[in-house]
């Protein structure tokens, strides 16, 4: 077999908030239907996402989700963050729909739906290999964007900071940045 296609169908209370939501981050509407089933399509670019309504759904009760492969994630997260600060002036970060920064690993974006969609380089790098900074950092940003976990993954990360000192500067720069977000996700800037 060769060139299948898989589409993930997401639920969603509401398919009109939903396309409101994916027409700001840049996708277009390609397909809506209301009877006899809610049902939406949107796509940008070669990514495709499919909705159906069901009536009385909690977004945060959500525990559905797909993974999207790019070349570029962060690409692909500036335009998302582009659009947010359109419409709502910022890029949102708490609550749903949110965004996480972009990381070497990616980004999640929560959509109005409570669908966690998790933006990946096409190719991953290896996680052998990688210091106790670089693991952390997974971690904390595993913990604290899945799992509503912020400060846990501050412990985490923080914890880390102090023990791993021979990290490179590079590393350092990217999880003192995940950590200004943590305090900001908790209102405890320092």
Not at 6 to 15: D, W, Y
Not at 133 to 161: D, F, K, N, P, Y
Request: aromatic fraction near 8%; hydrophobic fraction near 40%; charged fraction near 25%.
């Amino acid at each position: 077999m060769a060139n299948e296609v898989t589409i993930p169908l997401l639920p969603c209370a509401s398919i009109d908030e939903v396309a409101e939501f994916y027409v700001m981050l840049g996708f277009a509407v390609t397909y809506r239907q209301y009877r006899p089933n809610a049902y939406l399509s949107v796509r940008r670019e070669e990514i495709n996402l499919h909705f159906f309504g069901i009536p009385g759904y909690q977004a945060d009760q959500s525990y559905s989700s797909c993974l999207i492969q790019v070349e570029d994630p962060r690409e692909l997260h500036d335009a998302f963050a582009a659009g947010m600060r359109e419409v709502y002036g910022q890029v949102l970060i708490t609550g749903i729909p949110r965004m996480t920064r972009p990381r070497r690993d990616g980004f999640l974006l929560v959509d109005p739906g409570g669908n966690w969609i998790r933006v990946v380089p096409a190719v991953r790098e290896r996680e052998n290999g990688r210091n106790g900074l670089s693991r952390a950092l997974s971690s904390a940003v595993t913990l604290a964007s899945s799992h509503a976990a912020e400060r846990r993954a501050l412990r985490i990360l923080e914890g880390a900071l102090e023990r791993e000192v021979h990290a490179s500067e590079e590393e350092r720069a990217s999880a003192l940045k995940f950590r200004e977000e943590l305090l900001e996700r908790l209102n405890l800037h320092r």
